[in-house]
């Protein structure tokens, strides 16, 4: 009877030390990490809880990387009567991502909620850079797009606004044969400034 209860005793003994081991090496594994999240926005908060980082997609249909204000610049001012949210195009400050249709977007905007700088791809893949001032654009270097555009479209150049100075080339066809030119051309009129655009 002792024997049989020295075997029962070292059987309980063991299963009760397996036990143990596997909850203390379960203790010591590493944690383990999700590889895919799956959500349809993102949003990064400050320490009021306001959001200053956004990724999803926007009111415009962009899907984006945007950052706003974080309270910083100018008194934390922001566009008035806008209400507050990233998802708003106009309290973006800097926006990464994609337009409705697929293209490549990057800009950035004032505290004002007005564009300063835009680079972006054309319908048919050919970049320009915009860059404005509180009167509107300014500055203009990228492929111009004529009125109808098409991939056709490959005249380039570096334009300032309103139209007082511009270089560039253009390309024209002469026989069959495709050629391109270089352009130049400035104005010394004066404008008033600021200047208005025509309505």
Not at 165 to 193: C, N, P, W
């Amino acid at each position: 009877m002792k024997h049989l209860f020295s075997i029962v005793a070292a059987m309980l003994a063991g299963f009760i030390g397996g036990i143990l081991s596997n909850r203390v090496n379960n203790t010591r594994e590493e944690p383990r990490i999700s590889q895919v999240f799956r959500a349809r926005s993102f949003e990064l908060v400050n320490e009021a809880g306001q959001a200053i980082s956004y990724w999803g997609v926007d009111q415009g249909q962009n899907a984006i990387l945007a950052f706003g204000s974080r309270g910083l610049a100018l008194g934390g001012a922001r566009p008035q009567n806008i209400p507050p949210g990233l998802q708003n195009p106009h309290n973006q400050l800097l926006t990464i991502g994609l337009q409705g249709n697929d293209s490549p977007l990057v800009q950035m905007n004032g505290a004002n909620g007005k564009t300063r700088a835009r680079l972006l791809l054309s319908s048919y893949g050919k970049p320009v850079l915009l860059m404005e001032d509180e009167t509107g654009p300014r500055v203009l270097l990228g492929i111009e797009q004529s009125d109808t555009p098409g991939p056709e479209d490959d005249d380039w150049s570096l334009a300032f606004f309103p139209e007082r100075a511009r270089i560039g080339m253009y390309k024209e066809k002469v026989g069959g044969q495709t050629y391109v030119r270089g352009s130049f051309a400035i104005h010394t009129d004066k404008l008033k400034y600021p200047y208005e655009q025509p309505k």
